[in-house]
């Protein structure tokens, strides 16, 4: 059973850095046949995808255009697991943030989710 | 981007009853290889999405088989049988056929 726990803080100052880490149990980070995810939810967006990285013989990243100039996802397989920043927040970051298992184009598992607030 | 519309937007529905849920999508979702990359996911009350259906209509493991999903190119639907307490909360479409990935809006189902 493939489980993800995220860890980070919940809340972040304007124009800092927004940083989430995903612990992956049940699955490996280098599986070349999954992608790790980062989505987010807020009332006002709704569900949105910000971005993966996977690995097919060496790693590869896709992000969201709107998020494109501000993100890195980096995977640690050192620790199996994969991370998230997100750089000059404001508060139209503010939203819940989920880390989420991809595999032949959907999203099975998913993270508990992580508020973060961005407020000074 | 593909926008992904859902109707409605708040379902009220009596127990027992079926619901029926639909997802219309501003392009074509039928995938250069055949495939059709729509997936539904619930959402409870305090809880992270969960998937119910993928490739229109394959159920995931541990899915009641009163949720099936159907439809084909722009025109999908998710439909409950029969519904029970525990299906309230907020059900969403996403597809995964054009980059970026996008959901729908969502569509709150609770008991009448």
């Known amino acids: 059973q493939v489980q993800l726990q995220q860890s980070g803080p919940g809340l972040v100052k304007p124009s800092q850095t927004l940083s989430l880490t995903c612990a992956i149990s049940?699955?490996?980070?280098?599986?070349?046949?999954?992608?790790w995810n980062w989505i987010r939810q807020s009332p006002s967006r709704g569900l949105e995808w910000l971005g993966r990285?996977?690995?097919?013989?060496?790693?590869?990243?896709d992000y969201a255009i709107f998020v494109k100039s501000r993100i890195t996802i980096n995977p640690d397989t050192s620790k199996n697991q994969f991370s998230l920043q997100l750089n000059s927040v404001t508060p139209e970051d503010t939203a819940v943030y989920y880390c989420?298992?991809?595999?032949?184009?959907?999203?099975?598992?998913w993270g508990q989710g992580t508020l973060v607030t961005v407020s000074s | 981007d593909v926008v992904m519309t859902q109707s409605p937007l708040s379902l009220p529905v009596t127990l027992g009853q079926p619901a029926s849920i639909s997802c219309r999508s501003s392009?074509?979702?039928?995938?250069?290889?055949?495939?059709?990359?729509l997936s539904w996911f619930q959402q409870r009350p305090g809880q992270s999405p969960r998937r119910l259906i993928y490739?229109?209509?394959n159920r995931d493991s541990g899915v009641p088989d009163r949720f099936s999903g159907s439809g084909s190119g722009t025109d999908f639907t998710l439909r409950i049988s029969r519904v029970e307490a525990e299906d309230v909360g907020v059900y969403y479409c996403?597809?995964?056929?054009?980059?970026?990935?996008?959901f729908g809006q969502g569509t709150k189902v609770e008991i009448k």
């Open positions: 989420v298992r991809g595999v032949d184009s959907s999203l099975d598992y």
């Open positions: 049940g699955d490996s980070v280098s599986s070349n046949i999954v992608a």
């Open positions: 990285t996977y690995y097919r013989s060496k790693w590869y990243n």
């Open positions: 392009q074509s979702l039928v995938y250069s290889d055949g495939n059709t990359h």
């Open positions: 490739k229109v209509s």
């Open positions: 996403m597809q995964a056929t054009h980059w970026p990935w996008t």
